[in-house]
């Protein structure tokens, strides 16, 4: 069974620090990873999506990479705002119908001005 | 497009009475599914549906129903609603291209 771990549970950085959020999956042979953003009292925003032939993707100032063989996927957030204060999520895709998605327990993230 | 819409934002129900949880979609995406968001537990899949007529159980169907009879809509039946059932849940949706998911605002719901 597929088990996907979000180390630390929570992260308190000053305003201007680049955010290392880490996510690790115990089964290799996944579709695709995805990450999200999810705010109190809402439902997720997709971040960036990244296919498992894929060893990165970007968007702005997030970058997600994905080590397959080490079971691992890290978003980078560059010079982080208070406005990136949220939970962050990552789910691995299932290679079955419908993407079948596997989450993580999240990492709240608090960036102080 | 509204996208992935949820209703009601907020229920309170007794032990035993039982509910429908609304999910549309307007992106004409094949792919939907219900997740329930627990404290310490992450998201978990409840049920999910590949297009119209055909669904699936995920990790936890236990206690609840679904059906699919257009591509739009993907309601979520509990049947005799149970204090362990007290959750938010989201319902998303996907396209067999992106694979991108899109998720709805959530339904809160407490069972007394």
């Known amino acids: 069974k597929q088990e996907v771990t979000q180390i630390p549970a929570a992260l308190s950085v000053p305003e201007g620090e680049n955010l290392v959020l880490n996510c690790s999956f115990t089964?290799?042979?996944?579709?695709?990873l995805q990450w999200f953003r999810q705010d109190p009292g809402k439902g997720l925003t997709s971040l960036l999506l990244?296919?498992?032939?894929?060893r990165e993707q970007t968007s702005g100032r997030l970058n997600a990479s994905l080590d397959k063989s080490s079971g691992r996927s890290t978003l980078y957030i560059a010079a982080s705002q208070p406005g990136d204060s949220a939970t962050y999520l990552c789910?691995?895709?299932?290679?079955?119908?419908?993407?079948?998605?596997?989450f993580g327990g999240g990492t709240r993230v608090l960036v102080k001005p | 497009n509204a996208g992935v819409t949820q209703t009601p934002k907020f229920q309170v129900l007794k032990t035993g009475q039982s509910m429908t949880l609304q999910c549309a979609q307007d992106?004409?995406?094949?792919?939907m599914s219900w997740y329930r968001q627990d404290p310490g537990m992450g998201l978990r899949l409840i049920h999910y549906?590949?297009?119209?007529?055909?669904?699936d159980q995920g990790e936890v169907p236990n206690g609840y129903n679904v059906s699919r009879s257009t591509t739009e809509d993907f309601p979520l039946r509990l049947l005799s609603a149970a204090p362990s059932q007290t959750s938010v849940y989201f319902c998303?949706?996907?396209?067999?291209?992106?694979?991108?998911?899109?998720f709805g605002p959530g339904t809160r719901l407490l069972v007394l």
């Open positions: 998303a949706s996907t396209t067999s291209g992106t694979k991108t998911q899109y």
């Open positions: 089964d290799s042979a996944i579709y695709n």
């Open positions: 990244i296919q498992s032939s894929q």
């Open positions: 789910a691995v895709g299932l290679k079955a119908a419908g993407n079948k998605l596997t």
């Open positions: 992106m004409n995406h094949e792919y």
């Open positions: 549906s590949v297009g119209a007529g055909i669904t």
